[in-house]
């Protein structure tokens, strides 16, 4: 009788471990359903963004003229767009001048409206290059 339990027990046991529906498996669903999960939580976030944008574009022109402005380039009426030019030296910017000096190879036109930000010992300067709207 103890024998015939032990055996019961024991087939119980590997089903329960190594069986079709073992702990384990259950275990790797588990794991593999709250990775589901977080990923559906990210895509309900994402479509909601994406929503929400869709909405504001159709209904406000604010959103299609700063998408404008930052995919095209637009410039309103009335407005001045200045173009900054970081690795501009120091030598190359003179300041209170409308023309950059002549020596620069390269650039034949001169630089209108350039303003010197640097130190005047070498260091990398910004330039300003105001350019109009054409509307």
């Known amino acids: 009788m103890l024998i015939g ?18 702990l384990p498996e259950l275990w790797h669903k588990q794991a ?12 309900t976030e994402r479509n909601r963004r994406l929503l929400a944008e869709v909405d504001d574009l159709k209904t406000g022109l604010g959103t299609v003229e700063a998408l404008a402005r930052l995919d095209l380039g637009m410039i309103g009426p009335n407005e001045t767009f200045y173009q900054v030019i970081e690795d501009a030296q120091t030598e ?7 023309t ?8 034949p036109e001169p630089n ?4 010197s930000a640097g ?17």
């Open 32 to 43: 593999r359903l709250a990775d589901m999960l977080q990923t559906q939580e990210a895509l």
């Open 5 to 22: 339990l032990l055996i019961i027990l024991g087939s119980l046991q590997w089903r329960l471990w190594f069986g079709e529906s073992s």
């Open 112 to 115: 209108p409206s350039a303003s």
């Open 100 to 107: 950059a000096p002549q020596t620069m190879s390269g650039n």
């Open 119 to 135: 130190s005047g010992q070498g260091a990398a300067a910004t330039a300003v290059n105001p350019v109009t709207s054409a509307h």
């Open 92 to 98: 190359q910017i003179t300041p209170n001048t409308l």
